[in-house]
């Protein structure tokens, strides 16, 4: 068994097929003078296919996948568009006089290696972007190439160096299982069309398999088992199995009402990035959206995007939520996300510097913009506003007074928008708990993102392995910071809902019902899970086991009552 990172969830049982790497045999003989225009019209010949085939394959994806991660694909356009890409490449035939694919080859090698030396996953991924687009534009420069390709009448896992996104694309989706890489990352490209597949992906794995090997892959544990002994072949069909038997025994309570046995709805939302996964969500009978994380719309890209081009996805999800809530969170970059086209200052600690609300306000044509596409949308359905990261009530006030402009120039532009949207702010530092009973004073509802919140309450890096054992949600300091926020809620007559990844933990759904938060908002793929949870659960229990918890002294006597209670909790009733 290796060990890698889990990317895409899920189980995967077949027979490997190894990827070769790309290995080009590339001449340095020198061109003659004569010859440079015709390199020239090589090399923009094979960039007009390169752009064709890229559009082909974005719209076949729209078809399989939707039209976000098809997107995915305008950032590979934008790389042959990029005057910076194109001008090293034509430098080096101009005065060099190399041929065409040595100059591609060359300027490939040098971005590549720039963005691998930093200190950035993100922009550590985007690399393989470069790489794929490279390696597509060589291919029709060289003319020769034949690409080792899987079988066609056979499921099998891919296993590469490194996957592209466009090879992903050109694979079949009914015989793909599962997908094993030496790089990678979850936010990779690849990662994400994964998951939008329903595909297990594994990276970070090094060697170890060979084509025709029987693999195993664990998604959520990272685990590759090669070559397995017979018994942990059927152990994990035994899991596999199970977990589609879960699997169906969950989507029993999709129109199942969300509610305790004593009669307390609790409306389950979900947070989405995109419109494919607003579509995921529907299917598992969500209530709304709670959390629109725009900052995919920003991403992948090399410039700000329109306000028209936003308006249409707000837009189109408001519609398709015929209603229900939208509540879209305005641009939260910074930290450990970062735009390619924003240049941000180097910072000791980013987590605590320019990120979030800081950035709209300094940015107010940017921030204006996106608030017009969001209010012209909130002509179409319940559309909400919520501003991340807000730590004083000058933070609220300044940004309503950008939103008052965007509200005015659409005025004058005769441009419908809902005058009285609701606006809310997230919850994530603790100086907006201790001062919670004001910011209500300000805005309609609160939004506690748990994840940042845990992160600044503990002062715990979780991405840092030497104390991540540190991040502990159940904390009492942690509990005391949500009841002070929901009491200051309550008093102030505004809604309050929970967007974090403690929002879709099922064992932490009796303590929100104690604390009187009947709005969670999480992945989609943890609602059922917690409906399930819900309607064997009763408000009167809630209550009572929070009495319980904040009189807990440790994080130990927290955990040992929420574990208790979820070991008293039985199958949901028979009726279900």
């Known amino acids: 068994m290796v060990k890698g990172s889990g990317g895409a969830v899920g ?18 003989q020198p061109i003659d003078v004569n010859d440079m225009a015709f390199e020239f019209e090589r090399l923009y010949e094979g960039v007009r296919i390169s752009k064709s085939e890229l559009q082909q ?32 490449v034509a430098g080096i035939i101009q005065r060099q006089y190399k041929a065409a694919e040595v100059a591609v080859k060359e300027v490939v ?45 056979q499921p099998f896992i891919i296993v590469a160096r490194e996957l592209t996104p466009s090879q992903l694309a050109h694979l079949d989706p009914n015989q793909l299982l599962g997908i094993v890489t030496a790089s990678g990352g979850k936010t990779s490209h690849t990662a994400i069309m994964a998951r939008a597949m329903g595909i297990p992906f594994i990276f970070n794995v090094e060697g170890g398999a060979q084509t025709g090997d029987l693999l195993i892959l664990d ?25 589609d038997q879960e699997r169906e025994r969950l989507r ?19 947070n989405i990035t995109s419109l494919a996964e607003l579509e995921q969500a529907l299917k598992h009978g969500v209530k709304g959206v709670g959390l629109f994380r725009t900052e995919m719309l920003y991403m992948d890209r090399h410039t700000w995007p329109k306000e028209d081009e936003q308006f249409e996805v707000y837009k189109a999800a408001a519609q398709k939520l015929d209603g229900q809530p939208l509540v879209i969170r305005t641009l939260d970059i910074g930290g450990d996300k970062l735009l390619d086209y924003i240049s941000l200052p180097e910072e000791d600690n980013p987590v605590l510097g320019y990120r979030g609300i800081r950035i709209s306000i300094d940015r107010r044509d940017l ?17 909400k506003i919520l501003f991340p990261m807000i730590s004083s009530i000058e933070e609220v006030r300044r940004a309503r007074e950008v939103l008052e402009l965007a509200m005015q ?39 506690i993102g748990t994840n940042d919140l845990v992160q600044y309450v503990l002062a715990v890096d979780r991405m840092n392995e030497r104390i991540s054992h540190l991040y502990e949600p159940y904390h009492p300091a942690v509990l005391r910071m949500l009841k002070a926020t929901v009491e200051a809620a309550r008093r102030n007559g505004i809604s309050v809902s929970v967007c974090g990844e403690l929002a879709g933990d099922a064992d932490a759904l009796p303590m929100w019902l104690g604390l009187g938060v009947y709005d969670l908002s999480m992945s989609s793929h943890s609602v059922l899970d917690v409906k399930r949870r819900l309607i064997d659960s009763s408000e009167k ?34 009726a279900v």
């Open 11 to 28: 189980i995967a049982i077949g027979k490997a097929f190894v990827l070769p790497d790309w290995e080009w045999e590339l001449t340095e």
């Open 57 to 88: 394959i974005k719209t076949d994806i729209a078809e399989v996948l939707g039209v976000e991660e098809s997107n995915i694909f305008d950032a590979h356009l934008a790389i042959l568009e990029d005057p910076v890409f194109m001008n090293e």
């Open 109 to 153: 090698d040098k971005f590549v290696n720039m963005f691998d030396l930093l200190d950035d996953e993100y922009m550590k991924e985007r690399a393989l972007d470069i790489k794929d687009v490279g390696t597509r534009l060589l291919k029709h420069l060289l003319g020769s190439f034949e690409e080792t390709k899987p079988p066609v009448d």
């Open 219 to 243: 998604g959520e544990t990272g685990e590759v088992h090669v070559n397995p002994e017979q018994s942990v072949v059927e152990a994990y069909m035994q899991r596999r199995l199970q977990l």
């Open 252 to 270: 029993a309570v999709v129109n199942v009402p969300s509610e305790t046995r004593d009669g307390r709805e609790v409306n389950l939302y979900a």
């Open 367 to 383: 921030f204006k913009t996106q608030l017009k596409a969001i209010l012209r949308a909130s002509s179409f359905g319940n559309v």
């Open 409 to 447: 120039e659409l005025q004058r532009a005769g441009q419908p928008y809902n005058a009285n949207i609701e606006i809310g702010i997230m919850i994530e530092v603790p100086a907006a708990v201790a001062i919670a009973d004001l910011l209500a004073q300000e805005v309609q509802f609160f939004s």
């Open 541 to 574: 229990e809630g209550a009572e086991l929070l009495d319980k918890l904040l009189a807990c002294r440790t994080c130990t006597e927290m955990k040992s009552l929420i574990h208790a209670t979820k070991a008293e909790d039985g199958e949901p009733p028979a």
